[in-house]
């Protein structure tokens, strides 16, 4: 157990639907990261959020959005999804931003869009 | 932006052997390197990581060598067990940078 926790761990949802996803980060870790794995490729950065501030972005699309909570969890919210959409968002979170110390992933969450 | 490169999709090897993963990096920027190890349905779980200020790290079965002249490190699992059969996936950071970039992960099987 990563100590990190993603809900829900699977999420099946029609074409042009919103859905959040969640992640209660590590007791601690001020840092969470959000990553989306597609068909069993590597794992594309969407967004990083550090101690409620976004401080860094990926390849996101302006569909998605994610903000992190005074509590540290943090949400990602995708919208009029498509059906490319559909992936593993996987939720991580480190100690700090930028320490020398490894980052812990959740489960996932596996989105389906039909 | 694929700033870490994993060239081997997939890797075969039989129990007992060595297991050579490698990583290539473009960013000179990154000095603290990562090695994931992923099973089917679960997240990434961390095996070992590597600062630029050493050339090896070794845990247990597992040792990280980085060649930053090369931008280049390797991840060798001696003796190879089939419960070491994953994806793995090597990450790297920078100090002056927040995000964690990942390469595409290498598949491992090991064949008893």
């Known amino acids: 157990d990563s100590g990190v926790t993603q809900t829900p761990k699977h999420l099946i949802t029609a074409t042009g639907q919103r859905v959040t996803l969640r992640c209660s980060p590590r007791?601690?870790?001020?840092?969470v990261y959000w990553y989306q794995q597609s068909l069993d490729q590597g794992l594309q950065f969407l967004i990083h959020y550090y101690n409620g501030e976004e401080r860094a972005k990926g390849n996101i699309l302006e569909r998605f959005s994610a903000q992190q909570f005074p509590d540290l969890h943090s949400e990602l919210n995708l919208s009029s999804l498509e059906l490319g959409d559909s992936a593993l968002y996987f939720c991580?979170?480190?100690?700090?931003?930028?320490?020398?110390?490894?980052?812990?992933f959740g489960q996932g969450t596996r989105l389906t869009v039909v | 932006d694929q700033q870490v490169k994993q060239n081997s999709p997939s890797l075969s090897v039989q129990e007992g052997r060595i297991s050579i993963l490698n990583c290539d990096y473009t960013?000179?920027?990154?000095?603290?390197f990562l090695w994931y190890k992923k099973y089917p349905a679960e997240g990434p779980t961390f095996l070992i990581s590597i600062s630029s200020i050493k050339d090896k790290n070794e845990d247990g079965r597992f040792t990280v060598f980085l060649n930053k002249s090369a931008k280049h490190l390797s991840l060798h699992i001696v003796p190879s067990q089939p419960g070491d059969s994953a994806v793995y996936f090597c990450a790297a950071s920078a100090s002056n940078d927040y995000k964690l970039s990942f390469g595409a992960g290498t598949t491992v099987t090991v064949r008893a």
């Open positions: 960013n000179s920027m990154f000095d603290y």
């Open positions: 007791s601690g870790d001020l840092s």
């Open positions: 991580a979170s480190r100690r700090g931003g930028q320490v020398y110390t490894e980052a812990f």
